[in-house]
């Protein structure tokens, strides 16, 4: 369940990054009534993409670590237990 939640987040982001960037250039560069409204939703999509992608590379990387070290200390152990046989 977790890896579908990431893909999610990525996709999130992927989707608010662009779209945040595309609102604040809109913004800066228009000098209409709505330019201010542009700015405030660009801003806010930009941080919202940023946020969600810092989130899916966090848990990708706390799962990466999780894994290495489960697999780490099944790894120690067999090794110890084959040097403990020759004994």
Wanted: proline letters at 2%; a positive charge; aromatic letters at 10%.
């Amino acid at each position: 369940m977790k890896r579908v939640s990431t893909i999610f987040e990525a996709l999130i982001s992927v989707l608010f990054l662009p779209l945040g960037l595309y609102w604040l250039i809109e913004g800066i560069s228009n000098k209409t009534w709505f330019a201010p409204a542009s700015l405030i939703m660009g801003a806010a999509c930009a941080s919202l993409g940023f946020l969600t992608l810092y989130s899916a590379v966090k848990s990708v990387l706390s799962r990466r670590a999780m894994l290495r070290h489960e697999t780490g200390g099944h790894r120690v152990h067999k090794a110890v237990s084959s040097q403990n046989d020759g004994v």
